[in-house]
């Protein structure tokens, strides 16, 4: 998933789109990783998955991140 992620906002929001990337507002600052992480938590929080399931793929260090979301599915039969 292809976000834009705006840090030091007064909450955690999803503000619309912005190009093409899904315009995410955070209340964290973006000091010592404490926006990524928010970024993970708010995210899995979102999806309702574990933050475990969320990973930033690309733009570790930029407003423009690319996410992985892991979603757990529940097959009627074994694989």
Do not use: C, Y
Not at 7 to 30: C, F, N, S, T, Y
Not at 52 to 58: C, F, H, M
């Amino acid at each position: 998933m292809l976000v834009r992620v705006v840090p030091g906002a007064r909450k955690d929001e999803v503000d619309g789109v912005h190009d093409g990337r899904l315009k995410i507002r955070l209340a964290a600052p973006a000091v010592e990783n404490k926006a990524n992480k928010a970024l993970i938590a708010f995210a899995a929080r979102i999806f309702q998955v574990k933050k475990s399931g969320v990973s930033i793929a690309s733009g570790e260090k930029s407003r423009e991140k690319t996410l992985l979301i892991a979603a757990e599915t529940s097959l009627p039969w074994p694989v």
